[in-house]
């Protein structure tokens, strides 16, 4: 395993060089002395663009691309730079962080190094809400006008491809693609489970009848089908989640779009001001007491046992009514720093020594603290409820560096449910509850990753090869 990720940084620092040598040869020739034009003028940019197309033939790259490149160098932070010289981030990653963090005022070397550390963990797709959720926690005003500056840079393209075929691209705020999608995929997954279709082609039916207004039809054999004929069209509809001090107007603390990253503050009150409400109350949890040490660390003395969780009227998660638009509590924890606290312990965690990790699990039998099984703990599937609060707390996949949004994963028990003795295996309890997509919760079920949770709702991933990954709640 470490020769692949040493070939992989390999790899991207040669990448590197080739885009600094580039850029170095562009920047020469714009020096060059020449005769453009009409009575022997020096024109630095005609020079500039002659040099751009001479790279872009001799690579067989856009001259856009070179460009973008010439852009990057110039502008990018000296960390941020030295992290991709060094083959620590991949060129998207790279991108990425550039158009991020620029503009971010008084961005220190802790906040560019943090957030390095994070795009150099995440799938190509997963850096820009990665690296948002740390800009958001860093400086939260500059993070809401930068994203109303970049949501007015809303479009629709269309592309040429070959062989008759064409792509779309919509681009807007998150929570408006957000709402637009849930209704493709809904249109899309309410044909018949014998539609021969894959589900990338009914996801394009879905799309184009949408837009042109029309009903998704199932293209079953069954002739007396009910959907055979019109699918139910869905409302646009987009979940957001935010505690209850920051929806009071309390606190600031940034909500998140379920699946797509995070909210201002002000902007998920202003969504919900016209949104159908729904809180989620969980068991009360008493505190973990240690003996002989004050600090969170799992090396020193293990902890008191507290009380445990008592359910609510014998249940561990239970909702309100649905509350009508422009509802709003009044009442909740001021300065909500759950989600900042559990990204610092998995700082700490990830230093640690493989045995030190070993230590730090929280909940070893699967019953997430519970000492009396709560009502549906004992049942596989767990309750919209519950399915409510998962999903909520890990807003994707957690596999590391997954996408996938968790409202598209399975909820798997971390510690298997025991279906011919329920109450001796894990339960289904929010603590023992995780969403994991089709592919990786396959790598989990046939035991060649491990998981386990550890304080504060973290999960802790080790590969076949002992290589620790930890998913917090949030991230």
């Keep these: 395993m470490d020769v692949l990720v040493s070939a992989k940084v390999d790899a991207q620092a040669s990448f590197a060089r080739t885009v600094s040598a580039s850029c170095a040869y562009v920047q020469e020739s714009s020096r060059r002395p020449a005769l453009l034009g009409p009575g022997g003028v020096f024109d630095a940019e005609a020079a500039e663009t002659c040099a751009v197309a001479e790279v872009a033939a001799a690579l067989a790259v856009s001259t856009r691309t070179v460009a973008e490149w010439l852009f990057l160098t110039r502008t990018a932070h000296p960390a941020v730079a030295e992290a991709f010289d060094a083959g620590r981030l991949a060129y998207a990653a790279f991108r990425t962080v550039c158009r991020s963090v620029a503009g971010v005022p008084n961005a220190t070397e802790a906040l560019l190094q943090r957030v390095i550390a994070a795009a150099s963990r995440c799938t190509p797709g997963a850096v820009a809400a990665a690296v948002d959720r740390i800009l958001a926690e860093f400086d939260a005003q500059w993070h809401r006008e930068a994203r109303e500056r970049a949501t007015r840079e809303r479009s629709a393209t269309v592309r040429k491809l070959p062989r008759g075929q064409a792509e779309l691209t919509i681009r807007g705020s998150a929570e408006q693609v957000a709402a637009m999608w849930r209704v493709i995929v809904s249109a899309a997954r309410g044909v018949c489970a014998t539609d021969p279709r894959p589900l990338s ?5 879905a799309a184009h ?33 935010l505690d209850a001090a920051t929806a009071a107007g309390l606190a600031g603390e940034p909500g998140h779009l379920v699946g797509w990253g995070p909210v201002p503050a002000d902007v998920a009150r202003r969504i919900a001001g016209d949104a159908t409400w729904q809180a989620l109350i969980t068991a009360a949890r008493g505190t ?13 003395d293990p902890p008191t046992v507290p009380d445990p969780p008592v359910p609510i009227t014998g249940r561990e998660v239970r909702r309100t009514r649905r509350m009508p638009a422009g509802w709003t509590p009044t009442t909740g924890k001021l300065g909500s720093t759950t989600a900042r606290k559990a990204r610092e312990q998995v700082d700490y965690l990830r230093a640690l020594a493989p ?33 409510s609060l998962v999903t909520a707390l ?19 028990h971390v510690v298997p449910f025991d279906h011919t003795d329920p109450e001796r295996g894990g339960w289904t309890v929010t603590g023992n509850l995780a969403p994991l997509c089709r592919r990786h ?19 802790h991933v080790r590969d076949s090869h002992g290589t620790d990954y930890f998913t917090a709640p949030g991230e």
């Design 288 to 300: 973990e007491p240690r003996a002989g040490c004050s600090c969170r660390c799992p090396e020193h």
């Design 355 to 387: 045995s030190a990790v070993d230590r730090a699990v929280a909940d070893p039998d699967g019953h997430g603290g519970f000492a009396v099984p709560p009502a549906g703990a004992l049942t596989y599937r767990p309750s919209e409820a519950i399915t």
């Design 209 to 241: 009848a949408v837009l042109a207004g029309r009903a998704v039809a199932c293209e079953c054999a069954g002739q007396d089908c009910e959907q055979r004929e019109t699918v139910a069209r869905t409302e646009a509809t987009a979940v957001i989640v």
């Design 201 to 205: 082609a009914r996801l394009f039916d």
């Design 394 to 412: 890990y807003p994707t996949c957690i596999h590391p560096g997954c996408a996938v949004p968790s409202e598209d994963c399975d909820l798997d």
């Design 441 to 459: 919760h396959g790598l989990k079920t046939r035991r060649q990753w491990h998981h386990r949770m550890l304080r504060d709702g973290i999960v």
